[in-house]
């Protein structure tokens, strides 16, 4: 059985080091696929530890920065993954966070953690230190995944064909979120997070002098024509009981005032939890911006990624039933069902090898100013909220290693 009151004393213990270890990579953030120091100070910690570290090869794509570090018991058991992704956001940090200066900024100009990630490599290492104090009590091995490039997407598949030959049966992991409040934990089965699709296209027109655009085939109007269509449709075509945002971020249309550009280019995300909405509206983008083209006298070049990407993230019923269980266990009051965030995380792709848990834990404090949107200048989180995080992590890990029953 597990003692939560030992539980707790050792999370609180090592409290002071997580605060130090976050604010150390706070200020030295380092942008998707370019995490070297922080994969070196992440290796040389596991390594003190003594656990063996295994990078992640290099592909065409990542730069090698993800690894693993693996606690092996040397005793018949389960193996078990727990998940931190390491990268920053390319964001110039505000010193100051909704109510006050921040305790710790960012010293790289133009990177910041904006997204929590380094209160994430923390909770792992506070996790790792802790179990490793409890190896003599556990069974099997845990594997500590460090995912490079999360907000890019560069190294979940490589991580993934690391991890396809080390037969993992589950694999948690956790993400500071800013619309719960510091103390409140929710986890439930099935989708909690959006899937996404990337909109990419170009429409294409003829260039041209500006003083003569009846010579020109202006692509601006055409793109502009779909937008407008798009919004439309979006309202008169689509089943309206499921959510779906479209969210376009991007128009790129010429360089030179006086002159008439050959291309528009149109990009965005569309997130949604049914994978069926998804299909339709990425075939509806295609068939409004095709044919609203064409009407314009232009085309369309779709890229070759447009379309779905990343699925939701989506729980397993028992091991979300038994990370329920232990949050009730070990801070009653804080459960939350049913939260759904829109946002797409390569978590998702760690169904591919074995069932998933997936876990937000609040780090909004009104009283330090914790809670700006994630993604933005002032986002800051609540240290505080990472002693949950750890309680709840190492909590999951010795209940599938010291009491779960594999069937």
């Not at 050792?10 to 070297?36: A, C, G, N, T, W």
């Not at 290492?125 to 099997?140: A, E, F, N």
């Not at 993400?175 to 899937?195: D, M, N, Q, R, Y």
């Amino acid at each position: 059985m597990i003692d939560l009151f030992r539980l707790k004393t050792l999370v609180k213990d090592i409290y002071p080091e997580i605060v130090d270890i976050r604010r150390y990579l706070h200020k030295f953030p380092e942008v998707s696929s370019q995490e070297y120091e922080t994969s070196r100070f992440l290796k040389n910690y596991a390594r003190k530890l003594g656990l063996k570290v295994e990078p992640v090869p290099k592909t065409e794509h990542s730069s090698g920065t993800g690894f693993i570090a693996i606690l092996d018991t040397q005793k018949p058991g389960k193996t078990i993954g727990l998940r931190t992704d390491i990268d920053a956001l390319p964001i110039a940090e505000n010193p100051e966070n909704l109510k006050k200066e921040k305790y710790v900024v960012s010293e790289h100009q133009g990177v910041m953690h904006a997204c929590g990630h380094d209160g994430h490599m923390a909770i792992l290492l506070g996790t790792m230190k802790i179990l490793v104090k409890l190896k003599d009590k556990l069974t099997g091995k845990v594997l500590f995944i460090f995912e490079e490039a999360e907000e890019t997407g560069a190294g979940i598949h490589p991580m993934i064909e690391m991890l396809k030959t080390k037969n993992v049966e589950a694999i948690y992991g956790n993400h500071l979120v800013s619309f719960l409040k510091t103390g409140e934990i929710a986890v439930s089965p099935g989708a909690v997070t959006s899937s996404t699709a990337r909109v990419k296209f170009k429409v294409i027109g003829k260039g041209g002098h500006a003083s003569r655009p009846d010579l020109a085939i202006n692509p601006i109007f055409a793109a502009s024509l779909i937008l407008n269509n798009l919004a439309s449709a979006w309202n008169n075509q689509l089943n309206i009981e499921k959510t779906i945002t479209l969210g376009i971020t991007q128009f790129h249309a010429g360089n030179a005032r006086n002159v008439i550009p050959e291309e528009a280019y149109i990009g965005g995300t569309l997130r949604y939890f049914d994978e069926q909405i998804g299909k339709d509206a990425t075939e509806l983008i295609r068939h409004v911006a095709t044919y609203v083209a064409k009407a314009n006298q232009c085309k369309v070049e779709f890229s070759r990624d447009f379309g779905p990407s990343t699925p939701s993230v989506v729980n397993d019923e028992k091991l979300s039933k038994i990370v329920q269980s232990l949050v009730k266990a070990l801070y009653p009051n804080s459960l939350k069902h049913n939260v759904k965030w829109s946002a797409s995380e390569t978590f998702s792709r760690y169904r591919q090898l074995c069932p998933i848990v997936y876990t937000f834990i609040g780090t909004k404090n009104r009283e330090i100013g914790s809670g700006a949107e994630h993604h933005n200048s002032r986002f800051d989180i609540d240290e505080e909220s990472m002693q949950y995080a750890v309680g709840t992590m190492t909590g999951f890990a010795l209940k599938m290693l010291m009491e779960y029953e594999h069937h």
